[in-house]
């Protein structure tokens, strides 16, 4: 059965940081692309970030480039995403999810796999 499992999200003050990891278990994900969605308060479910299988390529969201970074560790099975300069409008609860394919994106529909989120709380 496959599990992806989130942690590293809490409550910190705005110019804050974070790192979120997520981990995978169940089958390999070495193959495929994974990814950060977010939902805030009665918004829907927003992309945030994806890498490709490999780690080679990258793919951020206008409202978090240069602020977030996404990366993989295949020999462990996890994702991460760093979050610097965090503002109160990036308090929402994160999901990890795992593609379809092998290459970035940045569609709900693209993912198979999803986590059970964690709260990120940033507070001004």
């Not at 110019?15 to 918004?43: E, I, N």
């Not at 999901?95 to 999803?114: E, F, M, P, S």
Request: charged share 15%; glycine share 14%; aromatic share 12%.
């Amino acid at each position: 059965q496959v599990q992806l499992v989130e942690s590293g999200g809490g409550l910190v003050q705005a110019g804050g940081s974070l790192r979120l990891s997520c981990t995978a278990s169940g089958r390999t994900f070495s193959s495929v692309a994974m990814g950060w969605f977010r939902q805030g308060p009665g918004k829907e479910r927003d992309f945030v970030a994806s890498i490709n299988w490999s780690g080679s390529s990258t793919s951020y969201a206008d409202s978090v480039k240069g602020r977030f970074t996404i990366s993989r560790d295949n020999a462990k099975n996890t994702m991460y995403l760093q979050m610097n300069s965090l503002k109160p409008e990036d308090t929402a609860v994160y999901y990890c999810a795992v593609g379809l394919g092998g290459w970035n994106i940045r569609t709900r529909t693209g993912y198979a796999y999803w986590g059970q989120g964690t709260q990120v709380t940033v507070s001004s």
